[in-house]
C-alpha cells in the first residue's frame, strides 16, 4: 500500500501535469480573461508559479531560473523544479520555513498541509486556465469528489478567507466538477 506522503506527492504531480496540458494549450490567449475576475490567463498561471514558489520552491532551495517571455518554458522549469521537491526523502515528515510574504509574518507550515493545498488549487487553476483559453474543460472526477471530501464543511469558510468569492448555487443533482468549481467561487458554466 502507498503511504500518505507518496499518494500526496503523486496527486499533485498528477494535478502540476493536467495544469501543464492547458498551459500548453493557450496559444495565443495569454491575454484572455480567465473566470477568475482578476486575472486573465498568465496571471492565472504566475499565481500558481508564485504560491510555489513562495510556499514550497524558496523554502527549499528549488526555485528555478525562469524565462521571462515564454509562460510555457515557465511552467515546464517549475514542474521541474516542484518534481525534484516531491521526491525528496522525508519531505512530508517536516515543516516548511515560509517567509513573510506582504502583511503575513514568517510562518512553518507542516509540507503534508501545504501540498494538498496546493494541489486543490493546481486543479481548480487548470480548469480556469482552460476555460479562458475557450476550451471545454473535464476534471477528473476522483479527483474533484477527493478534493470536495477536504473542503470545510461550512460552505462560505472559503471566502471568509477573503482568496475565494462566495460559493455559487448548483442544481441539484450537478456532478462533481460543478459543485467543486462552486465551492471554489466560479460560476461552472462561466465561457469566456
Known amino acids: 500500500m502507498v503511504d500518505d506522503s507518496e499518494d500526496m506527492a503523486e496527486r499533485?504531480?498528477?494535478?502540476?501535469?493536467?495544469?501543464?496540458?492547458?498551459?500548453?494549450?493557450?496559444?495565443?490567449h495569454w491575454q484572455a480573461q480567465s473566470p477568475c475576475s482578476e486575472w486573465d490567463a498568465r496571471g492565472v498561471l504566475e499565481h500558481v508559479i508564485g504560491f510555489h514558489d513562495v510556499l514550497l520552491l524558496r523554502p527549499l532551495a528549488a526555485k528555478p531560473h525562469r524565462p521571462k517571455g515564454d509562460p510555457v518554458g515557465r511552467w515546464d522549469v517549475t514542474f521541474a523544479a516542484l518534481n525534484e521537491?516531491?521526491?525528496?526523502?522525508?519531505?512530508?515528515?517536516?515543516?516548511?520555513?515560509?517567509?513573510?510574504?506582504?502583511?503575513?509574518?514568517?510562518?512553518?507550515?507542516?509540507?503534508?498541509?501545504?501540498?494538498?493545498?496546493?494541489?486543490?488549487?493546481?486543479?481548480?487553476?487548470?480548469?480556469?486556465?482552460?476555460?479562458?483559453?475557450?476550451h471545454e474543460v473535464t476534471l477528473d472526477p476522483n479527483l474533484c469528489r477527493t478534493f470536495l471530501e477536504g473542503l470545510p464543511s461550512d460552505d462560505a469558510a472559503l471566502s471568509k478567507?477573503?482568496?475565494?468569492?462566495?460559493?455559487?448555487?448548483?442544481?441539484?443533482?450537478?456532478?462533481?466538477?460543478?459543485?467543486?468549481?462552486?465551492?471554489?467561487?466560479?460560476?461552472?458554466?462561466?465561457?469566456?
Do not use: K
Request: net charge negative; aromatic share 8%; glycine share 14%.
Open 85 to 134: 521537491v516531491l521526491g525528496r526523502p522525508g519531505l512530508f515528515d517536516g515543516v516548511v520555513d515560509v517567509p513573510a510574504v506582504g502583511n503575513n509574518p514568517p510562518s512553518e507550515i507542516d509540507a503534508a498541509r501545504i501540498v494538498p493545498l496546493l494541489s486543490l488549487d493546481v486543479f481548480v487553476h487548470s480548469w480556469d486556465l482552460g476555460r479562458a483559453a475557450g
Open 161 to 192: 478567507t477573503g482568496m475565494y468569492d462566495d460559493p455559487r448555487l448548483v442544481p441539484a443533482g450537478s456532478g462533481a466538477q460543478a459543485e467543486l468549481l462552486a465551492r471554489m467561487g466560479r460560476d461552472p458554466d462561466w465561457s469566456p
Open 12 to 28: 499533485h504531480r498528477q494535478v502540476c501535469r493536467l495544469f501543464g496540458y492547458e498551459v500548453g494549450a493557450v496559444g495565443d
